[in-house]
């Protein structure tokens, strides 16, 4: 059974970092494209960046271009967003999933940025 767990989710202030993970178990992830999404009150759950399995970032949502970085340690089966220079409007639910065949989804992580 797959099973996607994400964390490192918080409290933050406009400007602050954080830095999620996405860990994986029934699973190898390295043999697929992973997605981080997310999730604000009342939306819809988008895409925020997609990464391939050998690591290389191939999108990013124009709202979060150059402030967030996705990677992953195939080797730990785990996936990562760097985010910088957060924002209000960055709060959401963060949620992780292979891109093309998307898995049943976690429970996310919130992440709040409030001053």
């Known amino acids: 059974q797959v099973q996607l767990v994400e964390s490192g989710g918080g409290l933050v202030q406009p400007g602050g970092s954080l830095r999620l993970s996405c860990a994986a178990s029934?699973?190898?992830?390295?043999?697929?494209?992973m997605g981080w999404y997310r999730q604000a009150p009342g939306m819809e759950r988008d895409l925020v960046g997609r990464?391939?399995?050998?690591?290389?970032?191939?999108y990013y949502a124009s709202a979060v271009r150059g402030r967030f970085t996705i990677s992953r340690d195939n080797a730990k089966n785990t996936v990562y967003l760097q985010m910088n220079d957060l924002k209000p409007e960055d709060t959401a639910v963060y949620y992780c999933?292979?891109?093309?065949?998307?898995?049943?989804w976690g429970q996310g992580t919130q992440v709040t940025v409030s001053s």
């Open positions: 999933n292979l891109y093309n065949y998307p898995k049943t």
């Open positions: 029934g699973i190898d992830l390295s043999l697929y494209s």
């Open positions: 990464i391939t399995g050998f690591g290389q970032p191939t």
